[in-house]
């Protein structure tokens, strides 16, 4: 399974911000929508990614307060990202060894998409899913052992 097949799956919806927005904004926009990430865009290209870990970072080191702070000086300047064409088993590798929880996707220098830990997760249980159905089928439809295969008598 390819990143293009969870992003089919997953739907167009993509959210993104401006290195000079406010954290308050940004989270404001994160609540009501319920995601936990936004790309972070500047002159139609990826220049970071802001996620709920930031967003808390930054209100930790403002006593609390987002009040002045901007998305860029919260932002992870250098998200992981992915393109189309990455397999889902590079995907968990790089999420898993880098405690990434989001990866922008990016295919001929424009975003895609987001890809998120629980999306991997989702596919990899609805792939297992399938796949214990698949073969629960080809157990059941199992030929019986009282079932006698015998050649056809010849002449």
Aim: charged fraction near 25%.
């Amino acid at each position: 399974m390819k990143v293009r097949d969870i992003l089919r799956l997953k739907g167009g919806a993509l959210f993104t911000i401006t290195p000079e927005d406010s954290l308050q904004q940004a989270a404001q926009i994160m609540s009501e929508h319920d995601i936990g990430s936004l790309v972070v865009m500047a002159h139609e290209r990826v220049v970071g990614i802001l996620t709920f870990r930031e967003v808390i970072q930054a209100s930790v080191k403002n006593g609390g307060s987002l009040v002045g702070v901007s998305v860029y000086r919260a932002m992870d300047p250098g998200p992981l990202i992915c393109t189309l064409e990455t397999e889902m088993d590079e995907v968990r590798r790089m999420m898993l060894n880098h405690h990434a929880r989001y990866l922008p996707v990016i295919d001929r220098q424009e975003l895609q998409g987001v890809v998120s830990f629980y999306d991997v997760a989702k596919a990899v249980v609805d792939s297992q899913n399938f796949e214990n159905r698949m073969l629960k089928a080809y157990i059941r439809d199992w030929p019986d052992e009282d079932t006698k295969h015998t050649e056809p008598n010849l002449p």
